[in-house]
């Protein structure tokens, strides 16, 4: 891990001042001076011609890359920026004509590159976001939006200040089986929404989340965060609210054992690191050197409209998948499986002891894509391509993004502490109305006007 930021560390620190940016090779991709909004490119007006999409960070998420990567259909990759040797001479491979360069302000610095891909661990997303948004490129920043909800608010506040449209792949917003829930909650099939319980079953859960940079909090703050974020953001969206108390207990059951086997600190992931083989958990190896997250927590939760919720999540189950039981004031809903084959079976009609084929059993569409979010990637780069050229609204959300943040980093906070409950913090009200308004300036001072501040006391729609 070479640009870490530990958490609470200066949100949207900058690079050396006024430090050049390095130009990428090939040469067809000229640098330029220190990003700056005057770089800010102007977007390809018909709809046939593709953005130039940036990528910084093209790792195991840069399958999203290859999502986006579309040639003639609206995007392609035209430049990657990475850390590691290793990843800069594949990247050439997987995007043939791209620049590639190690320094992330070659691309932000280009006139040629129209959007960016955030793409890097969780704990460099506010500085390298706010670096894009002064430069004025519209952004994708992966999930979670960062580690702390005071980077995530400094993003926010950096997509206010510059007007530069802010996107966050909460891919599971996208996801067919998420999607049909919500239709159903949406239509009325359960009544109005009163409690959501939530099931996490992390099968991968030793192979993804603890043999690199995931197993330390100067990372991700937590697994409670880092992991949950997806179910916590869906958690907020089926039940129309945020959280404002929590309270959580977890610990480190399994891959913290004394005999656990680890690397030496330095020693790179090892080949089969990702194996169905890697079973029982107790059996895994070469785990991170530094393991200081939980393997295990349980969360409650009380939202801002009243509805109360449960989130549990599990690091070393058999099974890997995701299990919601809703309840509304007039029936429930709950998911078996959240990949193709699975259903929403609804109960709504009677009363009655167990009943397993419920009063209306829904299929959850079966949509493919190549990244295992049934079929979600390719759905969240069209809303990010959409929304990036001509703005809107959209079905992710950055306000959504920070508040499954504060929720995580809340409830970490309160499983450190032996379970206390916790209030998390809520959004200043200026950037709360910005974003609500669809990142749109709504504080023009005459039709034809520039905005000329970021005041909302004007407001002309
Ligand atoms: N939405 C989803 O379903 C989903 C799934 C997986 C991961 N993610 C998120 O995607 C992000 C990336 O995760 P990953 O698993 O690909 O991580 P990874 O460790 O596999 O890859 C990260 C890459 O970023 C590079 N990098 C780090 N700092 C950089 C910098 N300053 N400039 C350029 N390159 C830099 C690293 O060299 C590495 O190649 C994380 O935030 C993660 O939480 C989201």
């Known amino acids: 891990m070479t640009s870490s930021q530990p958490p609470g560390g200066p949100a949207c620190g900058a690079h050396p001042a006024n430090a050049p940016a390095p130009a990428m ?9 220190a990003p700056h909004p005057a770089n800010a490119p102007t977007l390809p007006q018909r709809p046939d011609d593709d953005l130039r999409i940036g990528v910084i960070g093209l790792g195991l998420r840069g399958s999203l890359a290859e999502t986006a990567h579309r040639p003639g259909a609206g995007a392609r990759v035209t430049a990657v920026a990475d850390l590691d040797p290793a990843v800069r001479a594949e990247a050439a491979t997987r995007f043939p004509g791209a620049a590639v360069t190690d320094d992330h302000r070659a691309i932000l610095g280009s006139a040629d590159i129209d959007a ?11 500085d390298l976001a706010c670096e894009a948004l002064r430069a004025g490129k519209p952004v994708l920043v992966e999930k979670p939006l960062d580690i702390t909800v005071e980077r995530c608010d400094a993003i926010l506040r950096a997509a206010y200040e510059t007007g530069t449209r802010l996107y966050v792949g909460h891919n599971m ?18 009544g109005e929404v009163k409690t959501v319980w939530v099931r996490h079953f992390v099968g991968h859960g030793g192979d993804f989340y603890f043999k690199d940079w995931h197993a330390e909090r100067r990372y991700t703050t937590g697994l409670l965060l880092q992991k949950a974020a997806h179910d916590l953001d869906v958690l907020h969206w089926l039940a129309g609210g945020y959280t404002r108390q929590v309270q959580a207990l977890g610990d480190l059951m399994v891959y913290g054992a004394p005999d656990a086997d680890r690397r030496a600190p330095g020693e790179p992931k090892a080949a089969g690191w990702l194996d169905d083989d890697n079973w029982p958990p107790r059996s895994q190896r070469d785990l991170n050197p530094v393991i200081d997250v939980e393997d295990v927590s349980l969360v409650n939760l009380r939202l801002d409209n009243g509805v109360l919720a449960a989130y549990q999540q599990c690091h070393f189950t058999p099974d890997y998948w995701r299990n919601y039981t809703v309840i509304g004031d007039a029936g429930r809903l709950e998911n078996f499986g959240d990949g193709p084959g ?5 109960w709504n009609a009677r009363r ?68 206390t409950p916790r209030t998390v ?13 669809h990142q749109s300036r709504p504080y023009r001072t005459g039709p034809d006007q520039p905005p000329r ?3 909302l006391a004007v407001l002309d729609d």
């Open 25 to 33: 090779h090939p040469a067809s991709a000229p640098g330029a001076g």
């Open 342 to 346: 699975a259903v929403v079976k609804v």
């Open 352 to 419: 009655s002891g167990h009943r397993p084929e419920a009063d209306a059993v829904h299929p959850v569409p079966d949509l493919q894509d190549n990244a295992f979010h049934g079929g979600a990637d390719p759905l969240l780069i069209d809303e990010f391509l959409r929304f990036a050229r001509d703005g809107g609204p959209t079905d992710t959300s950055p306000v959504a993004a920070r508040m499954a943040v504060a929720a995580g980093a809340q409830a970490t906070a309160s499983l450190r502490d032996g379970g």
């Open 173 to 190: 917003r996208h996801m067919p089986v998420v999607r049909l829930m919500r239709d159903l909650i949406t239509r009325g099939d359960i």
């Open 453 to 455: 501040t970021n005041s």
């Open 116 to 126: 960016v891909l955030v793409l890097t661990p969780d704990h460099t997303h506010a």
């Open 425 to 437: 913090p809520p959004l200043d009200a200026d950037l709360a109305a910005y974003f609500a308004a």
